[in-house]
């Protein structure tokens, strides 16, 4: 999820706020329907998200009440308070409730690089470097809980796409790396090499030339 | 024309029946040795070009700037290292025959001292290359040059002040006890061997070297013609090698190159046969480690044996290193160049055979006891000390670099360049790239 600065601190505000009054459950549903409907909004107002999180909430909470507390949130931010963003992205993921357009360049670039590399590679090595980063991923201390949980998904299914929004470059350089190593393992590391560069090759010039800054930095 | 010519002729027997005395001999005789010496150190110090050239060659190409920096930063640094420290240690004043008290920092010194200091200082460095190579390609450049320190420094000066001991009073206790190690197979290239296997016992393999189910996977080197090279240099640096060993312009010397040369003939011929025997390619890479194991093999007894001698030391040598590289592989230990196998284990073969093949003493059993111990001392001290100090390293500062900068390649991730920017294979970088990509 792409969020601007502004916006994450709205995020990180709205939810805090929202802890109080709601049980998990409608509270991740609230923070959803946040980042789908509001938090691109221009001029974003806090009266019509109020509204929905009301609506929610079956009434159970005026949106008078909810509007009031949200705006002092706002406007009155506690420094030390936890960014609840990962553990949005991880219910979402959970529920599947999930927004294509909304991955980042670099998740795009990567599962471009990834799903090359295991074509190239064919059925069995790809099949063995897939097991391989399923572990590893799983065991990185490097790579957020999402992450993970998103890779584990990712990884299940024939064509390799990570559902994430915003994944930092170098948790996915890390696991490129994992991929690597996994075929320095199975087929030495002169032919590991060799598979990146064909996969690179045959990315530049096959559609993947718009993401080459990309691919760059995250091998 | 012939009048000319029998004027000169007049002039110089004229000269030569004039009287000299014992005092210009000493003079003259002084100077020889020191130009010799200094010739010698020149000779040795080329073989870190033939280290540089061999290791390179052996890497891949995205290695090969860390191989010759390597090679650079540790000749410079362990001069200064062995100027400061390593000296005294091993050739100062030995009372106690375990260590040198004297001659740190050499200063105010004579011609000869100083041309000794300097021979020695390429000895030292010489130890500390050999360990470079078969570390090459995993290890970290600043945790790599702080071993070399340590090796120049302590591991290879206290051995040597035990073999070979001062040179201005006290004898080493293993020179007291009869060990003969001429110039050096296992002082410098058991010594730098058994550092070499010590440290990358704690390295660990190249990331893929050895797959599932014992699977070995080759990693040719990038250059073959750079060994080749690097084989050839450290050849001709080895003639000032042993040859500068009788640190003194000595009529010995003949014999001594003689079978450094026949050794080395020798060591390429039993690495050929070997192939032969057992039916695999004749790989030049092989070769040369052949010749450079007879070099290592007869560095010892150089001096001590009859060339027939030299032969069997040289060929026996090459079969030694063969084994002992098999013998790795299937322990799963990676070394990138066979250092181990050519310095440290025909090394250990060569100093025996000095005792083996002793010029008018041969196959005596007290004298080959006396080369066993200090071959197991050598063992014990370079391989025990050289663990502890890379496990230290490992643990703080980390001695191996990440697989993320292995794979990239350890020239650009440690020092930011590339050998071949506009030849690249299988690498993702170039000239224009090389500044806007992030290195960590």
């Known amino acids: 999820m792409n969020l601007t600065p502004d916006a994450k601190r709205k995020q990180k505000a709205i939810f805090h706020c929202l802890k109080v009054f709601l049980p998990e459950k409608q509270l991740m549903e609230a923070m959803l329907l946040w980042q789908d409907k509001h938090a691109h909004k221009k001029g974003f107002s806090v009266r019509y998200f109020a509204d929905d999180v009301a609506a929610l909430t079956g009434g159970k909470h005026t949106p008078k009440k909810l509007t009031l507390t949200m705006v002092s949130a706002i406007a009155n931010p506690v420094a030390d308070q936890s960014d609840p963003a990962e553990h949005i992205?991880?219910?979402?993921?959970?529920?599947?409730?999930?927004?294509?357009?909304?991955?980042?360049?670099?998740?795009?670039?990567?599962?471009?690089?990834?799903?090359?590399?295991?074509?190239?590679?064919?059925?069995?090595?790809?099949?063995?470097?897939?097991?391989?980063?399923?572990?590893?991923c799983m065991a990185s201390p490097l790579l957020s809980g999402a992450l993970k949980v998103a890779m584990q998904k990712a990884l299940r299914s024939e064509n390799v796409e990570l559902l994430l929004g915003d994944v930092p470059v170098a948790s996915l350089k890390v696991i490129v790396n994992m991929a690597y190593v996994a075929l320095c393992d199975n087929v030495g590391p002169v032919n590991a090499d060799r598979l990146l560069s064909q996969t690179l090759a045959r990315l530049e010039s096959n559609g993947g030339a718009q993401y080459s800054d990309i691919f760059k930095s995250l091998l | 024309m012939h009048y000319r010519a029998y004027r000169i002729l007049g002039c110089v027997l004229a000269l030569?029946?004039?009287?000299?005395?014992?005092?210009?001999?000493?003079?003259?005789?002084?100077?020889?040795?020191?130009?010799?010496?200094?010739?010698?150190?020149?000779?040795?110090?080329?073989?870190?070009?033939?280290?540089?050239?061999?290791?390179?060659?052996?890497?891949?190409?995205?290695?090969?700037?860390?191989?010759?920096?390597?090679?650079?930063?540790?000749?410079?640094l362990g001069s200064i290292?062995?100027?400061?420290?390593?000296?005294?240690?091993?050739?100062?004043?030995?009372?106690?025959?375990?260590?040198?008290?004297?001659?740190?920092?050499?200063?105010?010194?004579?011609?000869?001292?100083?041309?000794?200091?300097?021979?020695?200082?390429?000895?030292?460095?010489?130890?500390?290359?050999?360990?470079?190579?078969?570390?090459?390609?995993?290890?970290?450049?600043?945790?790599?040059?702080l071993l070399a320190v340590i090796i120049t420094g302590i591991i290879y000066p206290l051995f040597g002040s035990w073999a070979w001991g001062s040179f201005y009073e006290g004898a080493g206790w293993l020179a007291a006890m009869g060990f003969?190690?001429?110039?050096?197979?296992?002082?410098?290239?058991?010594?730098?061997?058994?550092?070499?296997?010590?440290?990358?016992?704690?390295?660990?393999?190249?990331?893929?070297?050895?797959?599932?189910?014992?699977?070995?996977?080759?990693?040719?080197?990038?250059?073959?013609?750079?060994?080749?090279?690097?084989?050839?240099?450290?050849?001709?640096?080895?003639?000032?090698?042993?040859?500068?060993?009788?640190?003194?312009?000595?009529?010995?010397?003949?014999?001594?190159n003689l079978n450094t040369q026949l050794a080395a003939a020798a060591g390429g011929c039993g690495a050929v046969f070997l192939a032969y025997f057992l039916g695999k390619p004749l790989l030049v890479v092989n070769i040369v480690n052949g010749v450079l194991a007879?070099?290592?093999?007869?560095?010892?007894?150089?001096?001590?044996?009859?060339?027939?001698?030299?032969?069997?030391t040289g060929f026996s040598a090459a079969l030694v290193y063969g084994?002992?590289?098999?013998?790795?592989?299937?322990?799963?230990?990676?070394?990138?160049?066979?250092?181990?196998?050519?310095?440290?284990?025909?090394?250990?073969?060569?100093?025996?055979?000095?005792?083996?093949?002793?010029?008018?003493?041969?196959?005596?059993?007290?004298?080959?006891?006396?080369?066993?111990?200090?071959?197991?001392?050598?063992?014990?001290?370079?391989?025990?000390?050289?663990?502890?100090?890379?496990?230290?390293?490992?643990?703080?500062?980390?001695?191996?670099?990440?697989?993320?900068?292995?794979?990239?390649?350890?020239?650009?991730?440690?020092?930011?360049?590339?050998?071949?920017?506009?030849?690249?294979?299988?690498?993702?970088?170039?000239?224009?790239?090389?500044?806007?990509i992030q290195r960590d």
């Open chain 2, 81 to 145: 290292i062995f100027w400061a420290l390593g000296f005294g240690l091993m050739f100062g004043v030995n009372s106690t025959g375990w260590v040198g008290t004297s001659g740190f920092f050499m200063h105010s010194a004579n011609s000869w001292d100083y041309s000794f200091l300097l021979f020695q200082m390429m000895f030292a460095a010489t130890a500390a290359t050999i360990a470079s190579g078969a570390m090459a390609e995993r290890a970290k450049f600043t945790s790599y040059l």
């Open chain 2, 323 to 436: 084994g002992f590289a098999a013998l790795l592989l299937k322990m799963r230990i990676d070394d990138v160049v066979g250092a181990v196998a050519v310095h440290g284990a025909a090394g250990a073969w060569g100093t025996l055979c000095a005792g083996l093949f002793m010029s008018g003493d041969l196959f005596n059993i007290s004298t080959v006891l006396t080369q066993l111990t200090g071959i197991i001392v050598c063992f014990v001290w370079a391989f025990g000390v050289t663990y502890f100090a890379a496990w230290v390293i490992h643990q703080t500062i980390g001695l191996r670099v990440s697989t993320q900068h292995e794979q990239r390649g350890l020239d650009f991730t440690e020092h930011a360049e590339v050998a071949y920017p506009e030849f690249l294979q299988d690498t993702y970088y170039s000239k224009q790239n090389l500044s806007q």
């Open chain 2, 294 to 312: 007879g070099l290592v093999g007869v560095t010892a007894g150089c001096a001590t044996m009859e060339p027939l001698f030299a032969v069997i």
């Open chain 2, 16 to 76: 030569l029946s004039l009287p000299v005395s014992a005092e210009d001999v000493a003079i003259t005789k002084e100077a020889i040795d020191v130009i010799w010496l200094a010739t010698a150190a020149a000779f040795v110090f080329l073989m870190q070009m033939g280290f540089a050239f061999l290791e390179s060659g052996s890497s891949r190409s995205k290695n090969c700037v860390n191989v010759m920096m390597k090679n650079f930063m540790d000749v410079c």
């Open chain 1, 89 to 136: 992205a991880a219910y979402r993921l959970q529920v599947g409730r999930y927004v294509a357009s909304q991955k980042s360049t670099q998740v795009t670039a990567f599962n471009v690089l990834l799903n090359k590399l295991f074509l190239l590679a064919g059925g069995e090595l790809a099949s063995a470097v897939k097991t391989h980063l399923k572990t590893e």
């Open chain 2, 180 to 256: 003969t190690d001429f110039a050096g197979s296992s002082v410098v290239h058991s010594v730098g061997g058994w550092a070499a296997l010590a440290a990358i016992m704690v390295l660990g393999p190249r990331t893929g070297r050895f797959g599932a189910k014992g699977k070995v996977h080759e990693i040719p080197g990038h250059n073959v013609n750079f060994v080749v090279l690097g084989g050839f240099i450290l050849w001709f640096g080895w003639f000032g090698f042993n040859g500068g060993s009788t640190v003194g312009a000595d009529v010995s010397i003949g014999l001594i």
